[in-house]
DNA sequence: AGCAGACTAGACAGATCTGTCTGGTAGGGT
DNA sequence: ACCCTACCAGACAGATCTGTCTAGTCTGCT
């Protein structure tokens, strides 16, 4: 059925609804918006909502899978000549992102703290990101010639989520040169004036 | 008025609903648990809910202030001799406290990610918390003889939030060697043996 | 004795939430 | 001509939320 051309390429109204959950469920959190606001910020009519999510916690789940995409997404378009110089890049990238005026923080790690329960639907994709993020971090310090790249890549998770937090909720600017440093150190990348 | 005998004990009323309210908001979180839940288990009128506390938000600032009351008393009540030890003991009491099975992740970061706007009261006592926490960091380098206490702290403080947001969405007990490998070099006190 | 304050039980208002349902329009494929 | 799908507008049910209010009990101080 949806054999336009090709492919699927979303109807337009469910795009609407995707774009617009995706911008207030960041900046305003999960819980706090509700279903006749998005619809409403979005143009559409409430059956048509329902027509392409069942329930709002599938909206919630696309909204994380988008995010995940989105990241992906950035996270292949940096360039860089080399593993090392790539890793460096996306911790580069997040510091940038989250010096940000509109930074409210890591929407996984917020998402989460809005669903207790480990087994949700919305809960597994999150973890599905922070998979996809440490097998990144995992393959690209392998490539480095890293001897203990599952270890390092916790490591660097770590200062994943270290930096996402205090970007929201201390000063967003200060842990950026602390984080490249840490991130030199921890891939063995430090030059003797990098001292921390 | 509340001239008891000295100081005011806090009546009994106000304390079952601050400890329900702290139970119910840690593990399901603020938006999810509404008043008549919490007065419900609480045992406790509405009217009296409503007499010491002018509304929900207020309940709410007063849970981040009582977490913050016990971390810092499980702070001060772990015992070691010197500044170094005593850093190390704060971080292995996390990864203690992270790996126990009613962990539901850093509460202060998981109510900031219900409170989108940091000049909201509750995101205030929140940055209190964090403000403390930083400045027992900074006070116990400064003691250990940390040429620049200040910038360990802050990488403290993401080896800290790291922790706290891996042990709740990921593993909880993979990151504690690694965390207290990372503590002990941000710190200046890897042995040898302790590569990392 | 009398009064103030802490407390209980629960009705109530008004808003808001999710999800369903009715009814109607427009366009594309067959 | 026909139908299917996507879409819009909005009423509606039923639950739940916060916060107010009435009405009455119990305790301890003065």
Redesign the interface.
């Known amino acids: 059925m949806p054999a336009k051309t090709s492919n699927a390429p979303k109807s337009p109204a469910r795009s609407r609804v995707l774009d617009t959950a995706t911008r207030l469920f960041y900046?305003?959190?999960v819980?706090?918006v509700g279903i006749d606001r998005i619809i409403a910020e979005a143009g559409v009519a409430k059956a048509t909502f329902y027509h392409h999510f069942p329930a709002k916690d599938a909206l919630v789940q696309a909204y994380i899978e988008e995010q995940t995409r989105m990241q992906r997404e950035a996270a292949e378009q940096l360039e860089a000549d080399g593993p090392r110089e790539k890793l460096l890049a996306v911790f580069d990238h997040m510091g940038r992102v989250g010096g940000l005026a509109d930074f409210?923080?890591c929407p996984?790690?917020?998402?989460?703290?809005?669903y207790?329960d480990p087994a949700h639907p919305v809960r597994r994709s999150?973890?599905d990101y922070?998979t996809w993020f440490r097998e990144l971090m995992r393959e690209l310090l392998t490539e480095a010639g890293d001897p203990d790249a599952e270890?390092?890549a916790?490591?660097l998770?770590?200062?994943?989520?270290?930096?996402a937090?205090?970007c929201?909720?201390?000063d967003p600017v200060?842990?950026r040169p602390?984080?490249r440093d840490?991130v030199l150190?921890?891939i063995g990348g430090a030059r003797d004036g990098a001292e921390?």
Chains 1, 2 share one sequence.
Do not use: Y
């Open positions: 900046t305003e959190g819980h706090s409210r923080g996984f790690i917020n998402a989460a703290a809005e207790p999150i973890e922070r270890r390092t916790d490591l998770m770590l200062i994943r989520d270290g930096l937090v205090a929201d909720l201390d200060a842990p602390l984080v840490a150190r921890v921390v």
